[in-house]
């Protein structure tokens, strides 16, 4: 049986657009497909039982059950999210994704009210460039939903070599953005990891109308951002925003 089945992009067109955007750039899909297969590969040769395949399938069914089942509604922060942003939804019981970086702003609260909200944060959506955030993320355990692309096979390495020196290193689930399936591996559709984490709950079971964005912008780059050049940045939040009208979601 495949271990794919249950996490499936909820529209074809959040798969096809990744063929558009690796046109666009002129990416080759075979990088893509390499550092999937290599991250795979990596992760399973890790002497780390809850890396090993069927605990990522009990790490998926952790956060189904908590995101899914239970009747609360969750923000996805994204790189232009405010502190003022999470502090006003800490009063209700909200849980928390992060787009890789854009977890950064929790630690950038004040003490009493960070530790409030990082026990609020379910997963951070991750391609492994989101700096310090990211570092602080994956040292305090939090799942990572981790994603292949042509050209992070050094970042993700260093992430999860870092997350292997944790006393108690993060769960994680692998993600790719080939068009064919990996078993171990998912795509949920979707470009950056401010989409692909929208895409990640909708493939996860999660309703679209439980779902609010918060530092979601398509004109600016958020200040959360990961490292990149800022001209091709703009241009990527171009795909994100294209992305986002298929999803049909509010930002």
Not at 3 to 9: D, H, K, M, Q
Not at 112 to 127: G, K, N, Q
Not at 178 to 203: K, Q, S, V
Not at 211 to 225: C, E, H, M, N, Y
Request: proline share 4%.
């Amino acid at each position: 049986m495949s271990t794919n089945i249950g996490i499936l992009a909820v529209d074809k067109k959040l798969i096809m657009i990744q063929d558009e955007v690796r046109k666009f750039f002129e990416w080759d899909m075979k990088s893509d497909l390499d550092s999937a297969l290599e991250m795979l590969s990596f992760v399973e040769d890790y002497p780390i039982d809850i890396w090993k395949r069927p605990q990522r399938l009990v790490t998926l069914a952790n956060l189904r059950r908590r995101l899914v089942l239970r009747d609360t509604r969750i923000a996805v922060l994204g790189a232009a999210v405010e502190e003022s942003e999470v502090i006003s939804i800490l009063d209700s019981s909200t849980l928390l994704v992060a787009a890789d970086g854009a977890v950064g702003v929790l630690s950038s609260l004040s003490e009493s009210i960070s530790e409030r909200a990082w026990s609020r944060l379910v997963c951070i959506v991750s391609d492994a460039d989101g700096g310090e955030g990211t570092i602080e993320a994956v040292k305090r355990g939090i799942p990572v939903i981790l994603h292949a692309h042509g050209d992070n096979f050094e970042s993700w390495k260093t992430l999860l070599d870092t997350a292997s020196r944790n006393s108690f290193p993060p769960r994680l689930v692998l993600t790719h953005q080939t068009p064919g399936e990996i078993n171990g591996m998912y795509n949920p559709g979707g470009f950056t990891d401010g989409d692909r984490a929208i895409c990640f709950l909708l493939a996860l079971g999660v309703p679209i109308e439980k779902i609010s964005l918060l530092g979601t912008r398509t004109d600016i780059v958020g200040k959360w951002s990961g490292v990149t050049k800022p001209a091709e940045k703009i241009i990527k939040l171009e795909w994100m925003a294209k992305v986002l009208d298929i999803i049909g979601i509010e930002y």
